[in-house]
C-alpha cells in the first residue's frame, strides 16, 4: 500500500459487482436485476425479476415477481404480467391496491362487531375521533 492514499476514497460501485439497474431481457416488459445475495447452488449473484407497467394515468410501476433461484424465470415473469395486465384491464382495480383496506373499514368492522355483541365501544370511537381519525383514517393497509 502506498503511504498517503486512503483506501475510504475508492468507488465502491466499481468493486460491487450489482447495481439497481434494470436489465431487459428478450421478453417484452420483463426485466431483472442482480441480487446483493449469490445463489447457493452455482455462487453466482442471483437474479431478482420483475415487469414494469403503466397504470391508467400513464405512471409507471415496477412488481417483483421472484428469484432466479427459486425457479422463476422470464417466461414466468411475461405469464405473470399477462394475468396481472388482463386482470388490472378487466376491473380498472389495481389488484395490489385491491388488497389493502383502510384504517377507518377496520374501525367501522370493530364498531359493527362491538355493538352486535352488545359491548359499550362509544367511548372507543370518541377517542378515535377526537385523536387520531383525521390523519389515518385513510391510511391503506395491506391485508
Known amino acids: 500500500m502506498e503511504y498517503g492514499r486512503s483506501t475510504r476514497s475508492r468507488d465502491f460501485r466499481a468493486v460491487l459487482p450489482f447495481t439497481r439497474k434494470y436489465t431487459k431481457t428478450k421478453f417484452e416488459g420483463v426485466f431483472f436485476r442482480q441480487s446483493a445475495k449469490r445463489d447457493p447452488r452455482t455462487g453466482e449473484y442471483d437474479k431478482i425479476y420483475c415487469f414494469w407497467y403503466a397504470d391508467h394515468e400513464g405512471k409507471g410501476h415496477w412488481k417483483t415477481v421472484g428469484r432466479h433461484s427459486k425457479g422463476v424465470r422470464p417466461a414466468t415473469?411475461?405469464?405473470?404480467?399477462?394475468?396481472?395486465?388482463?386482470?388490472?384491464?378487466?376491473?380498472?382495480?389495481?389488484?395490489?391496491?385491491?388488497?389493502?383496506?383502510?384504517?377507518?373499514?377496520?374501525?367501522?368492522?370493530?364498531?359493527?362487531?362491538?355493538?352486535?355483541?352488545?359491548?359499550?365501544?362509544?367511548?372507543?370511537?370518541?377517542?378515535y375521533c377526537a385523536h387520531p381519525k383525521a390523519k389515518i383514517h385513510a391510511c391503506l393497509l395491506p391485508i
Open 77 to 127: 415473469v411475461t405469464k405473470e404480467r399477462a394475468k396481472f395486465l388482463a386482470e388490472f384491464d378487466a376491473t380498472g382495480i389495481n389488484p395490489i391496491e385491491r388488497d389493502k383496506v383502510t384504517i377507518g373499514e377496520i374501525v367501522n368492522a370493530y364498531l359493527a362487531w362491538g355493538r352486535s355483541e352488545g359491548k359499550y365501544v362509544d367511548q372507543h370511537y370518541s377517542q
